[in-house]
């Protein structure tokens, strides 16, 4: 089965952190992606990457960047953390196969900044 | 823009009935189409996919049905069991895009 980590559950940063979010699949996917959700909005793409060093914004860039220094992960940067990044933010993998783009998503960072 | 919406946000019913969870989506250009179960605290898990050359397919206890017509999408479970208490999400992707995600319905099972 496709394993997707995050490194942490639950973070608690202050409003001007530096914050990074780890995320590591273990399946050799290609494809890696960074989703924030908030009720009510659903699931936002924020950034994702395509091959390493290769990254393409998504939705929701702003406040964010990313780094894929290797294939198997995915970091997620908040440059200066505000309230409103708090939020659950997931990342996931896939491999583009003929059926399409199946996302293998991980278990999630709850994210509160202060 | 472009988006894929849900027609009910929370789905109450009753152990042992069938359940139908409904998805509409407006990029007549989508040929691919996910749902996912997303339980409390954990990140959204793969349930079953269709591509647009299908009208139906069928997995264990959930059948996906695409009406391209009139573009909507809806997910049945066959006796439903409170396991299957979630948030369910579709999503929709056209050629190489990313995929769009609607914004979910809560499905509540009773005993």
């Known amino acids: 089965d496709v394993k997707v980590t995050q490194s942490s559950r639950y973070l608690v940063k202050r409003t001007g952190e530096k914050v990074f979010l780890e995320c590591v699949q273990d399946?050799?996917?290609?494809?890696m992606f960074w989703y924030r959700q908030d009720p009510g909005l659903g699931l936002r793409l924020i950034y994702f990457?395509?091959?390493?060093?290769?990254?393409e914004k998504g939705d929701i860039p702003e406040g964010y960047s990313v780094s894929r220094e290797k294939k198997e992960r995915f970091s997620l940067i908040l440059e200066s953390a505000s309230t409103n990044q708090t939020s659950m933010y997931l990342c996931?993998?896939?491999?583009?196969?003929?059926?399409?783009?199946?996302?293998?998503f991980g278990s999630g960072t709850q994210l509160s900044v202060l | 823009g472009e988006s894929v919406g849900l027609h009910l946000p929370t789905l109450s019913v009753q152990e042992g009935d069938n359940s139908i969870i409904n998805c509409a989506y407006s990029?007549?250009?989508?040929?691919?189409f996910i749902w996912y179960k997303q339980e409390s605290g954990k990140g959204p898990q793969f349930i079953i996919d269709i591509r647009s050359n299908m009208d139906k397919r069928q997995g264990q206890r959930v059948t996906v049905l695409l009406n391209k017509t009139v573009k909507h999408l809806s997910l049945q479970i066959a006796a439903t069991q409170p396991g299957d208490s979630a948030v369910y999400f579709c999503a929709e992707t056209a050629g190489w895009g990313t995929l769009t995600f609607g914004k979910g319905t809560m499905l509540l099972v009773s005993p």
């Open positions: 399946m050799d996917h290609e494809n």
């Open positions: 996931a993998s896939s491999r583009r196969d003929a059926a399409g783009e199946k996302l293998f």
């Open positions: 990029n007549s250009a989508s040929d691919y």
């Open positions: 990457s395509y091959d390493v060093k290769m990254k």
